[in-house]
């Protein structure tokens, strides 16, 4: 079985439901290479009718019980908080990459008439996001927003554009609304401009990444379907959803794409408990670490010319011991202990240093136990 067998609708239909059903899982080998030529993983798992007399293996090693997630976890399913209802959006989709303009074009587009302005924009993919120093868009994009074609048609070097090579492809599609449409993006998240309309910008992250990594960017970009947007523009915020203690938790419920983390806001940020009621001292605390954190990313980017992938490639390197990564790691530990006392759980002792995750690569996170601790406690919290 493919490595999504513990993941996502696969998971519910298939060995959620087995344990549902009375079943047990008592063998699970995870992570194996698969010895054909794709580039693949694949899980070795038995399950049997009810309870298991013998011995429990998960990757050869005794545990407990093996839930339908494939860990040694008691099986859980946190539910969708009301609090958290839109606060995380998947950006916009095009279904048409005529929709996007290189950097010349957009030039002579402008040039041509300075109108056309009105509804060209930045378009942030997650590669940019990821790999650009500044965070910046490399390309551009035209966007008629929801408007009916009677406006769109005031632009007609724009139109001309989306006729030539967005509505030749839409003439194909099922989808009457996308089809007769064609001049409009299949998904223009109108909910999403509604939550970020007050704010001063807004949080996002890659939906595919290798790291857990957060920025703030302006909020009239554009932002697409490969990028996750949070309604936030405060730095506890920020803190909060970059902290190990949010990481942990995505890296539980959410899926993977080979070794990437596939961010889903309905798997791993709707039924995230934030912090209660946390102490007006504890939140500025956290705050203030969150703010210096971002900047002293954002200078390691500029002075190196990096991106944030980059920068946690470093930061993730225990062979790696430059005085800029290891202040980031510090900013970093004293950042997820402040988001602790938000949650007013100071007594957990977060114990950062270099360990194994479960597939055997070395990270810069908490200790096993306090991961586990942790996780224990948001389910509780949720």
Known sequence: ??????????????LAKIIRDGGTLHFANRFLKWSGDANVEVNLIAAGKGLWPGSVLLDNQLVAQISSRLDDAPEEEPIKLRQNKNKAFVGDSLRGLGFILEPWETAQLI????????CI???????????????????????????????????????????????????????????????LFARYRGELRQAIFPLRQILVRSEVSTHHALAFVPKDWICSH??????????????????????????????TLRTDTNYSPTDCFDNFP????????AKKYAECFGKEYLQYRRSIMEERNIGMTA??????????????????????AEMDCAMLACYDWDD??????????????????????????NLVRLIKLN
Request: glycine letters at 4%; charged letters at 30%; hydrophobic letters at 30%.
């Open 348 to 373: 957990l002792d977060p114990q950062h240093n270099f360990y194994q995750n479960e597939r055997g690569n070395l990270r810069y996170t908490n200790s096993n136990e306090t991961q586990r601790n």
């Open 111 to 118: 040039a041509k008439d300075r109108k056309n302005t009105d």
């Open 121 to 183: 924009y930045p378009y942030l993919g997650g590669h940019d996001l990821n790999s650009d120093s500044e965070q910046k868009p490399s390309r551009f994009v035209i966007c008629f927003q929801d408007w009916p074609l009677t406006r769109a048609e005031s632009y007609p070097d724009l139109l001309e554009v989306l006729s030539e090579r967005v509505k030749p492809e839409r003439d194909k599609v099922r989808e009457k609304h996308e089809r007769e449409n064609w001049w």
């Open 274 to 281: 934030f912090p209660q009621t946390p102490s007006l001292e």
């Open 311 to 332: 920068v946690y490639n470093l930061f993730h390197n225990p062979n790696y011991a430059d005085a800029d990564i290891v202040r980031l790691r510090e900013l970093h």
């Open 1 to 14: 079985m493919t490595n999504t067998i513990g993941q996502g609708d696969t998971r519910e239909a298939g």
């Open 226 to 255: 490969k990028v996750i947007v949070f309604a936030f523009d405060d730095n506890y915020h920020f803190a909060l959803l970059q902290s190990n203690l949010h990481e942990i938790w995505m890296r539980k419920f959410t899926s």
